[in-house]
């Protein structure tokens, strides 16, 4: 459903309540008046979007994709301020079956924005990873210290640190040429 239709939704009911208190059917009115507050409340936060996360929470991760796949155009049916967030939880998705494809998602919850400090800060950390595993490491670094400066309650602190610690066993890890052709690792 459109978000706009939730507005007039929401304004119809909320006027059916004034009016049910005019005419001194109180209970009701009331009744009606806390409907309209839950209709205008799924305005701003989605109530599919609140299930993908609860799935997430719960690791189930079918459920949470199809959930999120349901939102066929999340441009009509989600708030502006929601659209960082609908990429950010699609690439949470993405990229536990395929990393290198969910970097999109995370660069364009960042470019979308997101209002919370931890999301931005878990939206950097797996770039970082991303860039990692793709072996460019000035990127990884940035993204990381972007991650720990978003980072300001801790709440990822221990990610960051052992994606800090995986980041030097990456430079230990480098390919010395052998005899003939071969590759050593050391």
């Known amino acids: ?3 706009f239709i939730r507005i007039i939704i929401a ?16 209970g009701w009115g009331i009744l009606l008046i806390f409907l309209a507050i839950l209709v205008f409340v799924t305005f701003i936060f989605n109530e599919r979007m609140l299930l993908a996360q609860w799935y997430l929470r719960k ?5 949470a994709e199809s959930t999120l796949l ?10 502006k301020g929601q659209y960082g967030y609908y990429n950010l939880l699609i690439g949470l998705i993405e990229s536990r ?7 999109k998602y995370f660069k364009k919850s960042l470019a979308l924005g997101l209002t919370m400090d931890h999301n931005i800060a878990l939206a950097n950390l797996s ?6 595993a793709k072996r460019n490491k000035r990127e990884a670094l940035r993204l990381l210290k972007e991650a720990e400066k978003a980072d300001k309650n801790k709440l990822l602190a221990d ?28």
Do not use: H
């Open 70 to 79: 349901s939102i066929k155009d999340y441009e009509k049916e989600l708030y």
């Open 97 to 103: 079956k395929s990393p290198m494809k969910s970097e």
């Open 59 to 63: 690791e189930n991760m079918d459920k």
């Open 1 to 3: 459903m459109p978000n």
């Open 159 to 186: 990610q960051i640190k052992m994606m800090k610690g995986q980041m030097s066993m990456l430079d230990r890890t480098q390919q010395v040429r052998g005899g003939k052709g071969s590759y050593r690792q050391f």
């Open 127 to 132: 770039l970082a990873g991303v860039e990692m």
């Open 11 to 26: 304004s119809l009911i909320l006027g059916a309540a004034i009016t049910l208190i005019v005419f001194s059917y109180w």
